[in-house]
């Protein structure tokens, strides 16, 4: 640890505590950072959702009944079924 801690010229000692936490530190950056641009981009956003969609309805037999039906209830109301009901 003595030679990685030369090598990168650090001024204070690295832990795998300080290093856990700079690597969550990054990866929260890095899911801000593609929020931001699924944001300004409208067709990366639809893709984004489409794809999201996808995968949720793929693992759908994961989920117990009644998360199924809040899910298809929310898509319904989330395409304009005011209703939101389940048929």
Known sequence: MAALHESLQLDNELTSEKAAE??????????KAEINYLHSDADELRSHVKESVKKLVKDSYLF?????DAI????????????GRIV
């Open 22 to 31: 700079r690597i969550e530190y990054l990866n929260n950056e890095l899911k």
């Open 72 to 83: 298809t209830a929310y898509l319904k109301v989330m395409a304009g079924d005011k209703s």
């Open 64 to 68: 117990p009944h009644q998360v199924k």
